[in-house]
């Protein structure tokens, strides 16, 4: 597994593998699938099952439940590949120091962008369409079945780390949560400075920005 920062493992905000707007339930498709399916799969039974356990509702049980969330999809999410994907060819030009401060906000990030969505999980459906193989990498292909029968597609890739396979990007409707993000950071860096796209992350993730940093929004409503 490619190396994750240990003050980030406690830190993984439960994207649960459905980047794009919501928890939702899933539901076997009819395309073919393959090792990089079934572990996916496997991660979110887990994940609905923390979400559906009755002595974990309520908000007393809010700290306990997003905690085992965090764990259960930590163990699916290359985070640290997919902070230096995010960054491009700015990644280069960062100390060690400054990668490490960045997964950690890139992390921050996403939480404050998913985790109150994962968290109102209401039973939405998604289907295992496809899964495509090349090599140590893997793309899982699906589909979101919204209450008024909207379909969101969100595929997965993934590359293979022994006999594991770990989510590095998201594509929703068509854009890449990746290159989302590389596109929003470069042009700050490029305009500004790393320094300032540090401030803007750290003011998001506290809730005092109203920024444009942020995930690829769906045309489905």
């Given amino acids: 597994m490619t190396a994750k920062y240990s003050d980030t493992r406690c830190r993984w905000k439960a994207l649960v593998l459905a980047g794009a707007a919501m928890a939702v339930l899933w539901t076997p498709g009819l395309g073919l699938a393959g090792p990089a399916t079934d572990q996916v799969k496997g991660t ?63 992390t921050d990030l996403l939480e404050r962008a998913y985790i109150d969505r994962v968290d109102g999980y209401t039973g939405e459906q998604i289907l295992y369409l496809e899964e495509t193989a090349d090599g140590n990498y893997s793309e899982v292909r699906t589909k979101i079945m919204t209450k008024r029968n909207q379909e969101i597609p969100i595929n997965y890739r993934l590359q293979k780390d022994s006999s594991s396979w770990e989510v590095y990007d998201i594509i929703i409707e068509g854009v890449s949560l990746v290159n989302n993000y590389r596109t929003q950071f470069s042009k700050i860096i490029r305009t500004s400075s790393y320094q300032e796209l540090a401030k803007k992350m750290q003011a998001k993730v506290e809730g005092e920005e109203k920024s444009e940093l942020g995930p690829p929004k769906s045309k489905v409503r």
């Fill in 44 to 106: 979110v039974d887990q994940v609905l099952k923390i979400l559906t356990d009755p002595t974990l509702k309520g908000e007393q049980k809010t700290k306990e439940r997003r905690a085992q969330l965090r764990k259960t999809v930590l163990e699916r999410f290359d985070f640290s590949e997919m902070s230096k994907r995010s960054m491009g060819r700015h990644w280069s030009e960062r100390t060690p120091e400054e990668r490490k401060d960045f997964v950690r906000l890139f």
